[in-house]
């Protein structure tokens, strides 16, 4: 497994498992082979408990904003292991959660696989159907903007670097009454908005939310893009924007600009052409996309789901407040 340790200590420091071919790694990360008294399920799910106390660490180094933490820093900490038979039972009971985590993933890449083809396959054969069309033509960029003198109670902020391929990693709960608000918290996102960043947009910062959660926003860094077309739907909207050829089209794009990141404008978004059905005999299909992307909504509760139950028994099971030997296993 690796270890990451240098960096922003809230989000950098984290363990994974190693499954790459030999190679070298950067000097922010090493890895970590455990001997023969220590499961390795249980070691990573271990080190994932003690985060805390790597990021404690890190934080008491930061200088310019940056921590990190040291081999030394890990030989000094001392951990009471439980028998081997119990390691290996926390290991591979918190290992179900992130097995089926993984399969649900693998599950949402083909169903998103399947109708990128379904759609170029639409796009080819019904040529007389629909005309392309700029994306500003279709839906609306932006749309919705926030204000601080509306004061909302609270405010779900979704940051560019928290989602990736529709994936989303963290969303900050913030009460602007007691907490800073980001100054880039501004991008309002109700059901079905597509999110896509304008930094980079090779690193694929974007995805369509199905379900925001209540008083979301998104950072300036994102076009929020709402159809506003009675035949385009965005989950079409949302497949050609995110086509390979079109990101490697917007990062070099990106690359041009004067910007401090390689960033693209969300009029670079607007001038883009969209396939437009000219009446509803495509009905059926668009229906069809909107069925595949309900199943991977449905795939992503339940991935956030299981998140949740994991990181709530994990430092219980880690602790001994939970006696593995009384789960039904």
Known sequence: MLFSWSGNPDTSIDVFWYSLPDGWLNQHIFKITPKSIVDRKYLYYLLKYLKPQFTAIASNKQTTGLGHVTVKDLKEIFIELPSLSIQESIGNYLATFDDKIEINQRINWNLYTQMRALTKQWIIK?????????LTKIA???????????????????????????????????????????????????????????????????????????????????????????????????????????????????????????????????????????????????????SMFALIAENQRENTSLATTRDALLPKLMSGELDISTFDL
């Open 140 to 290: 609306s960029i932006n749309p919705d903007t926030y204000s601080p003198k509306e004061e909302w109670a609270y405010v779900n902020y979704l940051d560019t670097s928290s989602i990736t391929d529709g994936y989303i990693a963290e969303v900050q709960h913030i009460t602007p009454s007691t907490e800073k608000l980001p100054s880039r918290a501004r991008r309002k996102i109700i059901p079905n908005d597509i999110v896509f960043s304008t930094v980079r947009p090779n690193q694929r910062h974007f995805g369509i939310l199905s379900e925001p959660m209540p008083n979301m926003l998104g950072s300036t860094g994102f076009a929020v893009i709402r159809s506003n077309h009675p035949l385009v739907c965005n989950e079409l909207i949302y497949l050609c924007l995110t086509e390979n050829e079109f990101i490697e089209k917007m990062q070099q794009l990106a690359e041009q600009s004067t910007s401090t990141f390689p960033s693209i404008k969300s009029s670079d978004l607007g001038v883009c052409e969209i396939p437009c059905p000219k009446d509803a005999t495509s009905k059926g299909f668009f229906e069809m996309l909107k």
């Open 126 to 134: 019904n040529t007389s159907d629909y005309e392309w069309l700029p």
